[in-house]
């Protein structure tokens, strides 16, 4: 099965930057699009950036200008540089991979890692 851990989450204060990782391993035959969301207590979880697997992309409002998405399909990895952190960032961020083990095609998500952007 699709294993997806994500790593790079921590504390930071505001103004800086993180960048997050998430690697898909297992039985894959091809990583169709990958996602990044986050939510924090209490709120629903939101699409924060998407990249499709020929590299296109898309992001929320919120974090357009600041936060890039990236793949790296020989390693199964989608990344998200995190620039010019605010405080309503912080959130549990979550990876989600579209991918495909034999024939069949469905979305797996990470377990999360936290970032924690201080004042």
């Known amino acids: 099965q699709v294993q997806v851990v994500e790593s790079g989450g921590g504390l930071v204060q505001a103004g800086g930057s993180l960048r997050l990782s998430c690697a898909a391993s297992?039985?894959?035959?091809?990583?169709?699009?990958m996602y990044w969301y986050r939510q924090a207590p209490e709120k629903q979880r939101e699409l924060v950036a998407a990249i499709t697997s020929g590299g296109s992309t898309n992001y929320a409002d919120s974090v357009k200008g600041r936060f890039t998405i990236s793949r790296d399909n020989a390693k199964n990895t989608v990344y998200l540089q995190m620039n010019s952190l605010k405080p309503e960032d912080t959130a549990v961020y979550y990876c989600r991979v579209g991918a495909t083990t034999g024939v069949i095609s469905t979305l797996y998500w990470g377990q999360g890692t936290q970032v924690t952007v201080s004042s």
């Open positions: 297992g039985s894959i035959v091809s990583i169709n699009p």
